[in-house]
């Protein structure tokens, strides 16, 4: 896919690129998933390390809403963020994070009626900070 992406077949339409591009990421996100299962049976076996970071939210939930609208354009339903917190960081391992959201997202779509809408919110419940 990163051949096509590049140019190798030649020009894209910016709509070609563009779903490409969520395929791409998608099929990144099911890397991550396979190793998520394989960490989760080191969490049974008490031998998984749990990689914590700061992450900035707001970029990780916009792009795990971009990479699941195409989920729920099959249900006629769309995203939308209606509060965010710019600059805001949480300690979470994002591929965690970002599966979480993406399983929200996709029960939420798929229990919507067709033209509904999901909307997402985010805002800060405390500020502990430990890695500052």
């Known amino acids: 896919m990163g051949l096509v992406l590049g ?4 020009d894209l339409s910016a709509e070609n ?8 990421k998608n ?3 099911l890397v991550r998933l396979i190793n998520t299962i394989l960490d989760v049976e080191k969490f ?5 390390d749990l990689d914590v970071e700061p992450i900035e939210i707001m970029p990780l939930v916009q792009q795990t809403l971009e990479s699941n609208q195409a989920y729920a354009d099959a ?3 769309t995203f939308s ?5 710019p600059g805001t960081f949480v300690l979470a391992n994002s591929d965690w994070l970002i599966q979480v959201l993406t399983n ?5 779509a798929k229990f919507s009626l067709t033209g509904g809408r999901v909307e997402v919110s985010v ?8 890695w500052r």
């Open 7 to 10: 140019g190798a077949t030649g």
């Open 81 to 85: 963020i209606t509060a965010s917190t």
């Open 17 to 24: 690129k563009n779903l490409l591009n969520i395929a791409n």
């Open 44 to 48: 049974e076996s008490g031998t998984m």
């Open 104 to 108: 929200l997202l996709s029960n939420a």
């Open 75 to 77: 249900f006629g339903v």
């Open 27 to 29: 099929c990144l996100r």
């Open 123 to 130: 805002s800060v419940a405390g500020q502990y900070m430990p």
